[in-house]
């Protein structure tokens, strides 16, 4: 079946750098997509990944894929409090020849000074 | 750069009534998406189209129906509307229907009295 966890809170100091990790399990999925959302905001597309890679650099965002273990990170480099915000890890589910997005609970992320 | 743009941004409708939502995608972008969000939820998907044509089904109530138009808008008709309706509903837009990155709009809040 399809399934995404993430743990559901973490909070971090202002300047610190955070990991926020995610499992999946449709070991087909081809493309791992980390959203954001802020407050009564829409879903904001940080970064995805391809799943011949195991690891994407986006300036302060860094994606790593373990694909044997179905382990997907988003570490944010010198994390600020406008990066307080909901993260959600996605994967891509294959039905009928075309793919949808199936997301985990997502991960409150909250930055103190 | 042109993003999804849905509308309306905010519905207020009484129980038992009908409901419109809006989807405009990305410019070049064929395959549509829409998920509905409830409090604290993380997204569930309803419905694709890819080329105009329903492309996958998730959790979508058969008192909800939705189509894309020529122009590759999409529209969400949502009947006899309940208490548990209310929800941002969101649309996304991506560039075939197998992979790529899917673009969110900002999201329909709709509150069912």
């Known amino acids: 079946g399809e399934d995404v966890e993430q743990s559901l809170f973490l909070s971090v100091r202002e300047g610190d750098s955070s990991v926020i990790n995610c499992t999946y399990t449709?070991?087909?999925?081809?493309?791992l997509y980390w959203y954001k959302q802020e407050p009564g905001a829409g879903l904001q597309l940080l970064t995805y990944?391809?799943?011949?890679?195991d690891m994407k650099q986006d300036q302060r965002l860094t994606v790593l894929l373990n694909k044997k273990d179905k382990h997907l990170s988003l570490r944010i480099a010198d994390t600020q409090t406008g990066d307080s915000a909901i993260y959600f890890c996605?994967?891509?589910?294959?039905?009928?020849?075309?793919?949808?997005?199936?997301f985990g609970a997502g991960t409150r992320l909250a930055v103190h000074p | 750069a042109a993003g999804v743009i849905q509308s309306p941004r905010h519905l207020i409708k009484e129980k038992r009534e009908t409901a419109t939502l809006k989807c405009y995608p990305i410019?070049?972008?064929?395959?549509v998406y829409w998920y509905q969000q409830g409090p604290g939820q993380d997204p569930q998907f309803l419905i694709s189209?890819?080329?105009?044509?329903?492309?996958d089904k998730g959790s979508i109530p058969d008192r909800f129906s939705a189509q894309q138009f020529s122009d590759y808008h999409s529209e969400l008709n949502m009947s006899s509307l309940e208490l548990g309706d209310s929800a941002l509903y969101f649309c996304?837009?991506?560039?075939?229907?197998?992979?790529?990155?899917?673009?969110f709009g900002p999201g329909t809040r709709l509150t069912v009295l």
């Open positions: 996304a837009s991506s560039l075939g229907g197998l992979a790529g990155a899917k673009f």
């Open positions: 189209f890819y080329e105009k044509m329903q492309s």
């Open positions: 449709d070991s087909s999925s081809t493309y």
């Open positions: 996605a994967e891509t589910a294959f039905s009928g020849g075309y793919n949808k997005l199936i």
């Open positions: 990944i391809f799943s011949n890679m």
């Open positions: 410019p070049r972008h064929d395959t």
